[in-house]
């Protein structure tokens, strides 16, 4: 029988294997970058982006150009 993926919650000080487990559950860089900055104001995401483009492997700019597409 094949086990169902664990749709439980993860709690992670570790970006690296935050960034890691997402890219397994098939999310892609943009869906992690509206993720990480929902509910967040332009200036936090400003504050975001170097350490997180970083982890994702993008630069802050394309953090933030990403970031901008949240509705």
Do not use: N
Request: a positive charge.
């Amino acid at each position: 029988m094949k086990k169902e993926p664990s749709k439980s919650l993860v709690f992670s000080d570790d970006k690296r294997d935050l960034i890691k487990l997402a890219r397994q559950k098939g999310l892609t860089d943009e869906q992690i970058v509206l993720k990480l900055t929902q509910g967040h104001t332009y200036l936090d995401c400003r504050t975001m982006a170097p350490v997180w483009a970083k982890e994702i492997g993008i630069t802050a700019s394309e953090f933030m150009v990403l970031a901008r597409r949240r509705r």
